[in-house]
């Protein structure tokens, strides 16, 4: 299996709190996303990241921010959080999406906010 | 428009059957295309990439259509096992290196 961790793997918060999520790899690939599933909806892009320091909205950013400062870590903030925002978010790490090649996932993070 | 559309199903099958999913996208740009499997309450992992001439691997064989912008999936001969929920995902690269991935599709295999 990759190396790629996310925590915490569960957590509930109140409305109005903010949240980080962490994503932390050992595989030294460039590339790294975030994603929330929910039902009917399935994985959407929230953000990516291209390298250090070099990050880029996905289709559903609002609320969220992210930060890259080294290259195995990937950092997902919820500035307030709110109800909309419970859900299962999952990284995801790429060596190069340009050469057929296969993104690793986290297991994910259960998020309730209430 | 969503950039990756697929048929949420559910497919309910028998053991043995053949069954094909499709999945359509939306920018001509893109360059990569995959499918992954999702069990659930689990974390996608890839079931196999579709190249231009299409491929096999054992019981599944995926395809792509550039022309009409759509890749598909077909199993052959199902197995309990295949029960899952399989996600079609493409990659565009045009000035982004976006991995969108479809709603995904259900299969339930029965006995």
């Known amino acids: 299996d990759a190396g790629i961790t996310q925590s915490p793997r569960h957590k509930v918060t109140e409305t109005g709190t903010p949240v980080t999520l962490r994503c932390h790899q050992t595989e030294n690939h460039r590339y790294m996303y975030w994603y929330r599933q929910d039902p009917g909806h399935g994985l959407r892009l929230i953000h990516y990241s291209y390298g250090v320091k070099d990050t880029d909205k996905g289709e559903v950013s609002d609320g969220y921010s992210v930060s890259r400062s080294k290259t195995e870590d990937f950092l997902l903030t919820l500035e307030s959080a709110t109800s909309s925002q419970t859900s299962v978010y999952f990284c995801?790490?790429?060596?190069?999406?340009?050469?057929?090649?296969?993104?690793?996932f986290g297991q994910g993070t259960r998020l309730t906010v209430v | 428009r969503k950039e990756v559309e697929q048929d949420p199903g559910p497919f309910n099958v028998p053991e043995g059957a053949t069954v094909a999913f499709n999945c359509t996208y939306s920018n001509s740009a893109s360059q990569s295309f995959f499918w992954y499997r999702q069990d659930c309450r689990k974390e996608p992992k890839l079931l196999m990439s579709?190249?231009?001439s299409g491929n096999e691997d054992g019981r599944f064989t995926a395809q792509l259509n550039r022309a009409s912008q759509y890749i598909s999936l077909l199993i052959r001969d199902s197995k309990l096992s295949d029960s899952a929920t399989y996600l079609c995902v493409v990659n565009t690269v045009d000035s982004s290196y976006k991995l969108i991935f479809g709603s995904g599709t259900r299969l339930l295999v029965r006995p």
């Open positions: 579709v190249y231009s």
């Open positions: 995801a790490i790429s060596e190069s999406p340009t050469l057929n090649t296969e993104a690793f």
